[in-house]
């Protein structure tokens, strides 16, 4: 079985600050990919990057980045200078080639205010 | 229309009630997923569909019954459902079903049962 998660249920941050979502997985399997979605309050989630397990370079896209670590299980995503249009609930998922559907996490809620 | 549509946004039944939700993907995808999302479970998958056959079905109630006529279309039927099906039920597609494909998410349908 694979696991997903995402402690932080609730953060709330003033423009402009760094903000960490933290995300820590399980699975057994040796190939699997992470993923992280946003979805706004318009309810559609929206894909912002997947990572597979044997790429552990960190990325850099925008305001967003991500560090991938294997060594900790843990996929976390940075948004820095952030803006009230980040706000959102995020999500972290995992998938892996034995077959295991997209697992994940319970989600964490950006509150970004001006 | 482009991506994935879903209709309709907001549904308000009754138990003994029929109806049934659509899923359209205009991605030329292969793979189509249906999720419910509910205020106190992470994203749990119900069905999915590659190739407009079934592979995938997580012990979902037979109160909801799935249908994709093809690879554009996805339906869900609902029939004879409880309070606690209230949910946002989300549709997805995917290339195809491989695990590292993303999945493009449409806005959702809001259920409520009374």
């Known amino acids: 079985a694979q696991k997903v998660t995402q402690a932080q249920t609730e953060i709330s941050v003033v423009e402009k600050e760094d903000v960490t979502l933290d995300c820590v997985y399980e699975?057994?399997?040796?190939?699997?990919?992470l993923f992280w979605y946003k979805q706004p309050p318009s309810g559609e989630l929206v894909f912002l990057i997947r990572?597979?397990?044997?790429?552990?370079q960190n990325e850099i896209s925008g305001r967003y980045s991500w560090n991938f670590q294997k060594s900790t299980s843990s996929f976390n995503f940075t948004i820095t200078a952030s803006q009230v249009v980040d706000s959102a609930v995020y999500f972290c998922?995992?998938?892996?080639?034995?077959?295991?559907?997209?697992?994940f996490g319970g989600g964490t809620r950006l509150m970004v205010k001006p | 229309e482009t991506g994935v549509t879903q209709t309709p946004r907001h549904l308000v039944m009754g138990m003994t009630n029929k109806k049934s939700l659509k899923c359209e993907q205009h991605?030329?995808?292969?793979?189509m997923y249906w999720y419910k999302q509910s205020a106190k479970k992470p994203l749990e998958l119900m069905f999915v569909?590659?190739?407009?056959?079934?592979?995938e079905n997580n012990s979902v109630p037979s109160r909801f019954s799935p249908e994709c006529p093809n690879s554009s279309h996805l339906f869900l039927h609902l029939h004879t459902l409880q309070p606690e099906d209230s949910a946002l039920y989300l549709c997805?597609?995917?290339?195809?079903?491989?695990?590292?494909?993303?999945?493009?998410f449409g806005p959702g349908t809001r259920l409520t049962v009374l």
């Open positions: 699975t057994r399997d040796t190939t699997y990919y």
């Open positions: 569909y590659s190739l407009e056959e079934r592979v």
């Open positions: 990572r597979n397990s044997f790429d552990e």
């Open positions: 991605l030329g995808h292969n793979a």
């Open positions: 998922a995992l998938s892996s080639n034995a077959g295991n559907m997209l697992t």
């Open positions: 997805a597609s995917s290339q195809d079903g491989a695990s590292y494909n993303e999945q493009f």
